[in-house]
């Protein structure tokens, strides 16, 4: 299995200040049929299921604010929020996909400086 | 638009079974796989299997190899997971999720509210 390991486990950033988050996988999930890596990034609210922002690594989903992006390749991935706002604390999940089974990081818990 | 929603809260005892359900509406069932992904207090997700419901195919993880189940009633456009012998360790919220697309590796785009599993003596 391939193990997703996020890093920080806790992150407080101030308002309007970057978050980075970091993901490292056990093995590569960059395909070379492709060139993509089967990485996705999740936001996860209180009382709510998981909600997909990031996939093939760095395309952000229909919807998602610009301030989201990611980035990285084959083994090291990260999730960036350029500017934090107050809705943007919670947690946030990496899952690889590239093979089964689907396996997810442990969490990011991002906090208010 | 797109709504997985599962069925309600459930209580079991240990060694019991228990199956729940995910009605789907806003899209063509048989167009997407449905994957299960359960979640404890205060952990990650955890991904169970898929089920393709044109063909009914489906894949688990090995933790679940022998406990776990997934159909469909493509009549109802519903999706079910069982899970049998059920232990105190599978306390945890479970949720159906679509993926983006039947067969090949993908993300999920849409997911049901969650289904509270609480296995107690």
């Known amino acids: 299995d391939i193990v997703m390991t996020q890093s920080p486990d806790s992150l407080a950033v101030s308002l309007g200040e970057r978050a980075t988050i970091n993901c490292k996988s056990s093995?590569?999930?960059?395909?070379?049929?492709?060139?993509?890596?089967?990485l996705a990034w999740y936001q996860q609210k209180p009382g709510q299921p998981p909600k997909v922002l990031i996939y093939w690594a760095s395309t952000r989903e229909s919807g998602v604010p610009d301030r989201f992006s990611g980035s990285g390749s084959g083994t090291d991935f990260t999730l960036t929020i350029s500017s934090l706002q107050a809705e943007d604390v919670t947690v946030y999940y990496c899952q690889q996909y590239y093979s089964f089974p689907y396996t997810f990081g442990q969490g990011t818990k991002l906090e208010i400086k | 638009q797109v709504q997985l929603v599962q069925s309600g809260a459930e209580v079991k005892k240990p060694g019991a079974s228990v199956k729940v359900s995910c009605q789907t509406s806003g899209y063509t069932f048989t167009n997407y796989d449905i994957n299960w992904v359960r979640q404890a207090s205060g952990q990650g997700p955890e991904w169970m299997g898929w089920?393709?419901?044109?063909?009914?195919?489906?894949g688990y993880a090995q933790m679940f190899q022998g406990r776990v189940t997934l159909t469909r009633d493509t009549s109802i456009r519903t999706a079910y997971m069982e899970l049998s012998s059920l232990r105190s360790g599978d306390t945890a919220i479970y949720y159906c999720?679509?993926?983006?697309?039947?067969?090949?590796?993908?993300?999920?785009?849409?997911w049901g509210q969650g289904t509270l599993v609480t296995v107690s003596s």
């Open positions: 999720a679509r993926a983006i697309a039947a067969g090949g590796s993908n993300w999920f785009d849409s």
């Open positions: 093995q590569s999930v960059l395909s070379s049929s492709n060139n993509k890596n089967y």
């Open positions: 089920m393709n419901p044109n063909s009914g195919n489906t």
